[in-house]
């Protein structure tokens, strides 16, 4: 464990905060930006959140990027009509799109799983778990049958996150008892301060500077990816991409 990497990576979360974390996810992550776009041309906030809950738990081993992946996900649906069931139709997308084509056998039971979840979910629900992303994310493991902490878990809670802040114009930050989404990236970074697992590392660090762990992703996340257009977004959007640059330096 190197104690003063970790004292600086604190200082600098601290200085950072909820309110940068805020700004990185909706003027950095493109991810957030087609959310917003799919939601305006949708103009049904029910059938967004149940399509982004869909896209979520099966945005894992992509054929691209994440960004692509979401990219493609929001022009498809901002130009569909829906005339069957989402999730019928949901699955045909998923067959023909380009940027998701691995496990496909798995990602379509997947669907399966969740489709009784969904179908009774309506609006005022989702403004309930919205409030209580805890107990969103306990059911969402208990339909999937899989742990809590799972990498595609906790990533969903992010994106149902977003997707109700978009909807519903309220910004409620996440629970700190949600996992940091697990992947090699922060696998690799977490290395640079200590050998202790990454997820009790980062809740760790969240509960000391007072930093929901998925916030802290929001943070780590446009720095340790290589995107060009997301570095140059961060210098444009954010008053303090300086200090967010110094912590791929330590």
Not at 37 to 66: C, H, M, P, R, W
Request: proline share 3%; with cysteine.
């Amino acid at each position: 464990m190197n104690s003063e990497k970790i004292e600086k990576l604190k200082s600098i979360l601290k200085e950072l905060g909820i309110d940068t974390a805020r700004e990185l996810e909706e003027n950095v992550d493109l991810q957030y930006l087609y959310l917003k776009n799919l939601q305006k041309n949708l103009k049904d906030d029910e059938l967004f959140i149940k399509l982004v809950i869909l896209n979520a738990l099966v945005s894992y081993q992509l054929s691209s990027t994440g960004e692509l992946w979401w990219k493609e996900f929001s022009n498809y649906w901002s130009n569909k009509e829906i005339i069957d069931d989402i999730f019928k139709e949901y699955k045909d997308f998923l067959l023909n799109c380009k940027s998701n084509r691995r496990l496909l056998n798995i990602k379509m039971k997947r669907i399966d799983k969740i489709k009784p979840f969904l179908e009774n979910l309506n609006i005022e629900d989702i403004k309930k778990y919205y409030k209580n992303m805890n107990i969103f994310r306990n059911h969402i493991a208990n339909q999937l049958k899989t742990k809590k902490e799972s990498k595609t878990v906790v990533f969903t809670v992010k994106m149902f996150g977003y997707a109700s802040r978009i909807s519903f114009n309220n910004f409620i930050q996440y629970p700190m008892e949600i996992e940091i989404p697990k992947d090699s990236r922060i696998e690799k970074y977490t290395k640079k301060f200590t050998n202790e697992e990454p997820i009790k590392f980062w809740k760790k660090i969240g509960k000391e500077t007072n930093i929901p762990p998925l916030h802290i992703d929001s943070i780590l996340w446009p720095v340790l990816g290589k995107s060009y257009e997301v570095r140059e977004r961060l210098k444009k959007y954010c008053n303090k991409s300086d200090l967010i640059f110094k912590l791929v330096e330590l």
